[in-house]
């Protein structure tokens, strides 16, 4: 198993993972062309955060995005974890477990993180149940949001 940082050469794969992941969590179909441009502009603007993935025999098998959130509490970031699939055949083997610790490594790195914090679906007991396994606990916090329509 090899994890690395995302490229440019990555977005073909990057942006498949995500439809896989949004259609199988949520059963949406995200538009390609909106979804090409945000995984490209992840990778080409790495102040926004990095994709990780991780790579079997030169296969990228899995992957996950992080994104910056700033605390001016604590003055550091939240590592927050996003877009994270595996693919089916891969899945329970300790990837993502990889993936997370890589997370880590990289914060760590980077001067530290003020946490690491992700959603998860209410009814996704698999993945909550990787995340306590980890180490995370659920939040205090619930969350609310307002979604804006196109042109506004």
Not at 62 to 83: C, G, H, K, P
Request: net charge negative; charged share 20%; with cysteine.
């Amino acid at each position: 198993m090899h994890i690395r940082k995302g490229r440019s050469e990555d977005i073909a794969a990057l942006v498949a993972f995500n439809q896989a992941m949004a259609e199988e969590t949520e059963g949406l179909l995200l538009d390609p062309e909106i979804l090409t441009r945000g995984v490209t502009t992840m990778i080409n603007e790495p102040q926004r955060g990095f994709y990780l993935v991780a790579e079997q025999q030169g296969q990228i098998v899995a992957s996950l995005m992080v994104t910056f959130e700033w605390s001016d509490w604590r003055a550091a970031n939240y590592y927050w974890i996003q877009s994270v699939y595996v693919t089916p055949a891969c899945r329970r083997q300790g990837i993502y477990r990889q993936l997370y610790q890589m997370v880590k490594q990289i914060a760590a790195a980077d001067g530290g993180a003020a946490s690491f914090r992700l959603y998860v679906e209410h009814d996704n007991q698999r993945a909550q149940q990787t995340y306590n396994a980890l180490g995370m606990a659920q939040s205090h916090y619930l969350m609310f949001e307002e979604i804006v329509k196109p042109g506004l």
